[in-house]
């Protein structure tokens, strides 16, 4: 079989456009030229410090220029990078390297005390490391070889860590732009985790596109509207928390330049949808996850109203089916989906049948091919017999005026085995009595959620999606006490 080569992307990106803007971070800017010599230079000081092709190295960093400069080093070098999430505690990280075999862990100077935690593997602070050893630069990225390890957030047992490869990456990014299209001026702003694949996936398409990335240290609702009303930024990935933030901050409108807001993340709630559609923003909404490196699926913006609350169609070069007639298991295929998860043969065979990457997703096609994601399966909730789908009562509950925030988990009950919770931020005064008529209006009377629990937060993982399998434990925990 032939294996195909590309030119290095940073270098080839520096060569074709080396004055054109590539980083921002707060007041500093890069160009490609800048970049890719900020890159070498980090490349010598890993080459110096050891690593060396083939080497899996953990990154655990915020988001700064540094983890850039070392993300793309270690492409230079020909090492993997295994994005470790911050927000995992020391045993879980460890865990983590132990299995990918990972002999680096690479850490920024926020993660000193947690890095410093974790034995087994030769570790250094990015910004620490000296050495003259010059790296030699890679000319050449094969297409098949693994770019990047990145960990499931394990619903269910152990997390696994997923195989992402430069075509997987450079697929991705080429299907994004016959969807979303290339524009010479574009900045993509990010203010959501590197280490997510919603993230690294914006640095692949930076290299790719030759665009600009804006990149922010944590996601600040006030200072993004800020940057969208500016007309700074033209494209923005953001989940349903970030969104619905960022419209309880806005007062005006934002620049007629944003042309794309990248929601994915889950179903999203109709209502905020609609305040979109209202303010003129440009919402496409999105499907994608770690194993297919970043959307698969996306709605383009002439189906946006007619179409509200669907996905979209699958991008140019990747499919997608239902494992049933009517509703079912998304299943998906393309040449950006994962080859697999690192050493799990076991869940490997599971996870891919004829060429089909099962995504333990529920979701429909309508009968135009759109796909509409109904929920994760290990969410769904079963009430005697019945099939309740959680993003559906959260969508009706965030449609009250004085609801921020809702989150629903099915939590056990005698009589129907499972019954749906729903946990809820306000924004005002609400009786429960309120918003049991609210959804009796609006839902089957088995879907109406059988207790309301507020709270002043929800459970979201790093990437501000929110981890229903933790509101299941915090009603478990209330149950105890």
Same mark, same amino acid.
């Given at each position: 079989?032939?294996?195909?080569?590309?030119?290095?992307?940073?270098?080839? $990106?520096?060569?074709?456009?080396?004055?054109?803007?590539?980083?921002?971070?707060? +007041?500093?800017?890069?160009?490609?030229? @800048?970049?890719?010599? +900020?890159?070498?230079?980090?490349?010598? #000081?890993?080459?110096?410090?050891?690593?060396?092709? !083939?080497? /899996?190295?953990?990154?655990?960093?915020?988001?700064?220029?540094?983890?850039?400069?070392?993300?793309?080093?270690?492409?230079?070098?020909?090492?993997?990078?295994?994005?470790?999430?911050?927000?995992?505690?020391?045993? +879980?990280?460890?865990?983590?390297?132990?299995?990918?075999?990972?002999?680096?862990?690479? /850490?920024?100077?926020?993660?000193?005390?947690?890095?410093?935690?974790?034995? $087994?593997? #030769?570790?250094?602070?990015?910004?620490?490391?000296?050495?003259?050893?010059?790296?030699?630069?890679?000319?050449?990225?094969?297409?098949?070889?693994?770019?990047?390890?990145?960990?499931?957030?394990?619903?269910?047992? #152990?997390?696994?860590?997923?195989? @992402?490869?430069?075509?997987?990456?450079?697929?991705?990014?080429?299907?994004?732009?016959?969807?979303? !299209?290339?524009?010479?001026?574009?900045?993509?702003?990010?203010? =959501? *985790?590197?280490?997510?694949?919603?993230?690294y996936s914006i640095l692949m398409k930076s290299v790719l596109y030759g665009m600009e990335v804006h990149l922010m240290g944590k996601f600040e609702p006030e200072r993004v509207n800020q940057l969208l009303k500016s007309g700074n930024v033209t494209m923005m990935s953001v989940v349903t928390a970030m969104l619905s933030a960022m419209l309880h901050e806005l007062e005006g409108d934002y620049s007629?330049?944003?042309?794309?807001?990248?929601?994915?993340?889950?179903?999203?709630?109709?209502?905020?949808?609609?305040?979109?559609?209202?303010?003129?923003?440009? =919402?496409?909404?999105?499907?994608?996850?770690?194993?297919?490196?970043?959307?698969?699926?996306?709605?383009?913006?002439?189906?946006?109203?007619?179409?509200?609350?669907?996905?979209?169609?699958?991008?140019?070069?990747?499919? =997608?089916?239902?494992?049933?007639?009517?509703?079912?298991?998304?299943?998906?295929?393309?040449?950006?989906?994962?080859?697999?998860?690192?050493?799990?043969? +076991?869940?490997?065979?599971?996870?891919?049948?004829?060429?089909?990457? #099962?995504?333990?997703?529920?979701?429909?096609?309508?009968?135009?091919?759109?796909?509409?994601?109904?929920?994760?399966?290990?969410?769904?909730?079963?009430?005697?017999?019945?099939?309740?789908?959680?993003?559906?009562?959260?969508?009706?509950?965030?449609?009250?005026?004085?609801?921020?925030?809702?989150?629903?988990?099915? =939590?056990?009950?005698?009589?129907?085995?499972?019954? *749906?919770?729903?946990?809820?931020?306000?924004?005002?005064?609400?009786?429960?009595?309120?918003?049991?008529?609210?959804?009796?209006?609006?839902?089957?009377?088995?879907?109406?959620?059988?207790?309301?629990?507020?709270?002043?937060?929800?459970?979201?993982?790093?990437?501000?999606?929110?981890?229903?399998?933790?509101?299941?434990? @915090?009603?478990?925990?209330?149950?105890?006490?």
């Open positions: 079989m032939m294996v195909m080569n590309m030119p290095n992307w940073l270098k080839q $990106r520096a060569f074709l456009t080396p004055d054109r803007s590539a980083l921002v971070f707060n +007041e500093q800017k890069w160009t490609f030229s @800048q970049l890719f010599d +900020e890159t070498r230079r980090t490349a010598d #000081r890993l080459y110096s410090a050891g690593i060396k092709k !083939g080497d /899996y190295c953990g990154i655990l960093a915020a988001n700064r220029p540094e983890t850039v400069f070392t993300i793309y080093a270690l492409q230079q070098i020909g090492a993997t990078a295994v994005m470790l999430n911050s927000r995992l505690t020391t045993d +879980e990280i460890a865990w983590q390297l132990h299995d990918a075999k990972a002999v680096y862990l690479l /850490y920024d100077q926020e993660h000193t005390e947690k890095a410093q935690l974790i034995s $087994r593997v #030769r570790s250094f602070c990015i910004t620490g490391i000296e050495g003259v050893a010059p790296a030699e630069t890679r000319q050449t990225f094969s297409l098949d070889e693994t770019c990047s390890i990145m960990y499931t957030s394990g619903t269910t047992g #152990r997390p696994k860590g997923v195989i @992402q490869t430069y075509g997987n990456h450079y697929m991705s990014a080429t299907a994004s732009a016959l969807n979303l !299209g290339l524009h010479s001026d574009d900045t993509w702003l990010c203010a =959501v *985790p590197l280490f997510h694949i919603s993230g007629s330049r944003l042309r794309c807001m990248l929601l994915g993340g889950g179903p999203a709630p109709v209502p905020i949808l609609e305040a979109c559609k209202a303010k003129g923003i440009p =919402v496409f909404q999105t499907y994608g996850m770690t194993e297919t490196a970043s959307q698969i699926v996306t709605l383009t913006p002439e189906d946006s109203l007619r179409k509200l609350g669907s996905a979209g169609k699958p991008l140019f070069p990747c499919a =997608v089916k239902i494992d049933r007639a009517d509703e079912g298991e998304i299943l998906v295929s393309g040449p950006n989906v994962t080859p697999g998860y690192l050493n799990r043969p +076991e869940a490997n065979k599971q996870a891919f049948q004829h060429g089909w990457f #099962r995504t333990g997703d529920i979701g429909r096609l309508d009968e135009d091919g759109f796909l509409y994601v109904l929920d994760r399966r290990s969410d769904l909730i079963i009430s005697g017999g019945e099939n309740i789908y959680p993003a559906e009562i959260e969508s009706v509950l965030t449609g009250h005026p004085a609801i921020l925030e809702a989150g629903v988990t099915g =939590v056990p009950n005698d009589q129907w085995g499972s019954v *749906p919770a729903a946990f809820y931020v306000n924004k005002e005064p609400i009786s429960e009595e309120e918003l049991i008529d609210f959804c009796r209006e609006k839902l089957a009377r088995y879907k109406v959620p059988a207790y309301f629990v507020k709270v002043d937060t929800l459970p979201k993982n790093a990437a501000n999606k929110l981890l229903r399998r933790e509101l299941a434990k @915090q009603w478990s925990g209330q149950d105890e006490d």
